[in-house]
């Protein structure tokens, strides 16, 4: 059955939309499996995303079945996972860049949902990517390179990624400095996060993560929900950074054992936490 993976930013996101830069990783731990079938059976929120996704490829009113094991709206990815594994089960074989946009077109200029290109990249890529959209560049970086990881949510704090991006680049389109600004820094942190990751410098890494978590917080209304999850990683010895939209975080270990004591912390608050498999 296709599948498409969860997926979680480390570093420079959300600058993928305005010329900026996103490493990111693909997780296997939750995936969205669709396969055809007689009808469209699947929860009400992502029928449109099935629908669309069909008439994108020229498939009509096709019949597909979705099973996703993805937490809903926290920011990992789950609506492009959806698109990505329909295109795929509908037959769609197209290299991963094409792939990626082709998804990011079912949900931006079908459905106009305010998205960006970073989460369909590392799905149908997979691994760990470093994105500069900048230059227009896509490197793959090795797994291997990565400290231990670990990525948490609350299901009751989730909200559609499409609100936040919406008004973000309403915002940015606007000029307002403290946006355009972050923006642009938001695209060098990546970049140097990439060049720690390559170099193994973890200390390094470990704070341009934090400091991807401060830029955003510098221009955007945090849920406090959302910000509780990074103060509690802090806390624990972790870095911390909205995985995306909001809902979920990710971040880097300072070791393994380090997981039991941020999962305790976390779990108190009503949060999952989970250690990734960087998905192939």
């Known amino acids: 059955m296709p599948t498409a993976p969860a997926r979680a930013a480390l570093l420079g996101n959300p600058s993928d939309g305005y010329g900026g830069a996103v490493v990111a990783f ?36 096709a019949g597909l079945r979705l099973r996703t094991t993805i937490p809903r709206e926290v920011g990992l990815g789950g609506s492009s996972a959806i698109v990505i594994a329909a295109l795929r089960a509908l037959g769609v074989d197209r290299p991963p860049d094409e792939l990626a946009r082709m998804a990011l077109a079912v949900e ?16 149908a890529h997979g ?9 227009g560049t896509i490197e793959a970086l090795e797994p291997g390179l990565l400290p231990p990881l670990y990525v948490a949510w609350r299901e009751d704090a989730g909200a559609p990624s499409g609100r936040f991006h919406g008004d973000l680049r309403a915002r940015f389109q606007r000029g307002e400095r403290a946006v355009v600004a972050a923006m642009a820094e ?13 170099a193994g410098d973890r200390a390094q890494l470990h704070r341009l993560v934090d400091r991807t978590f401060d830029l955003r917080s510098s221009f955007a209304e945090l849920d406090p929900r959302h910000v509780r999850m990074v103060e509690l990683a802090r806390a624990a010895g972790a870095s911390a950074n909205f995985a995306g939209s909001g809902g979920a975080i990710a971040g880097t270990l300072p070791d393994p054992e380090a997981f039991d004591a941020l999962r305790t912390a976390l779990r108190a608050e009503g949060c999952h936490a989970i250690q990734p498999t960087v998905a192939d």
């Open 127 to 135: 691994g760990m990517l470093s994105m500069d959209f900048g230059e």
């Open 186 to 198: 938001l695209g060098d942190v990546a970049r140097a996060g990439a060049a720690a990751l390559r």
């Open 26 to 61: 693909a997780f296997a731990d939750f995936v969205a499996r669709v396969e055809r079938s007689e009808g469209v059976d699947a929860h009400p929120d992502a029928v449109p995303l099935l629908r669309a996704a069909a008439r994108r490829a020229d498939a009509g009113d």
């Open 108 to 123: 931006v200029e079908d459905l106009g949902i305010a998205a960006g290109l970073q989460d369909r990249l590392v799905q």
